[in-house]
């Protein structure tokens, strides 16, 4: 049965693959987005206040993370679209893995999101940022980024099936963007209100953000941070994921 599901969960990726051949402008905008907000950030408003050192060293990082929290409207749209049009319900007639839906939408999407850390790295390395912390660091970095994708993922995907309609999706979008700015993606917390700064240290995406900086070798390690953004994506897959599972296994009931 294992065997079958991966077989299911593969022909569904390869669907949602063969989208981006019909629709090249919706992924290369994807990638486009956040190189735009990284030149945007580090030459036209730049300087973070608080920030010691290098700035873009600073940057880089928190743009991985924020790059790993936006751009989930793609998936919620397909979703909802599925939905609408009676995809999901002709997949679910089928003698398929139930979930293999999901399962391929959420891996084309970490496809994509593997090719926008690796855009994302080399306008850093053009732009003179530097990775010092070693390969086994800058995977670990690049790990912790991906996992903090698929926890937004998750949530991106049960939200989407609540809204129920493509049009919807912009209002559900709208709540990413707090999450992504009110982080220690652009300024140290230290340098905000005291109220604002405990409220971007609580933030997931800051401390994936804090233990990329870490790892990437711009400060000493942090475990604490590190923890955090292990410990933050897991908590939210262990809220999000099974709601998502339960949601679509009740669409036809």
């Known amino acids: 049965m294992t065997a079958y599901a991966l077989t299911d969960?593969?022909?569904?990726?390869?669907?949602e693959l063969a989208h981006w051949a019909r629709q090249p402008v919706r992924v290369v905008v994807g990638l486009v987005f956040p190189v735009m907000m990284l030149l945007m950030f580090g030459y036209l408003i730049g300087g973070g206040r608080g920030v010691e050192g290098d700035y873009v060293s600073f940057l880089v990082p928190g743009m991985l993370a924020l790059t790993m929290a936006f751009g989930l409207e793609g998936t919620m749209v397909a979703v909802t679209q599925d939905l609408n049009k009676g995809v999901i319900d002709r997949f679910r007639s089928m003698p398929m893995a139930n979930g293999a839906v999901l399962v391929g939408r959420s891996t084309a999407d970490m496809m994509q999101s593997v090719l926008s850390l690796a855009v994302m790295i080399a306008v850093g390395y053009a732009?003179?940022?530097?990775?010092?912390?070693?390969?086994?660091?800058?995977l670990g970095a690049v790990g912790l980024l991906l996992l903090l994708r698929f926890a937004m993922l998750w949530i991106g995907i049960h939200l989407a099936?609540?809204?129920?309609k493509p049009e919807m999706v912009q209002a559900v979008q709208i709540l990413v963007?707090?999450?992504?700015?009110?982080?220690n993606a652009f300024a140290v917390p230290g340098s905000m209100p005291s109220w604002l700064g405990t409220v971007v240290e609580w933030n997931p995406l800051s401390a994936t953000a804090t233990a990329a900086r870490d790892l990437f070798g711009r400060s000493g390690g942090e475990p604490g941070h590190i923890t955090a953004a292990v410990v933050?994506?897991?908590?939210?897959?262990?809220?999000?994921?099974?709601?998502?599972?339960?949601?679509f296994a009740r669409l036809n009931k």
């Open 177 to 183: 963007w707090p999450v992504g700015f009110l982080s």
């Open 232 to 247: 933050w994506p897991l908590a939210l897959l262990a809220v999000f994921f099974p709601l998502a599972v339960r949601r």
């Open 9 to 15: 969960c593969w022909t569904m990726t390869r669907r």
């Open 127 to 138: 732009l003179g940022w530097r990775a010092h912390g070693g390969a086994g660091a800058f």
């Open 161 to 164: 099936m609540v809204a129920g």
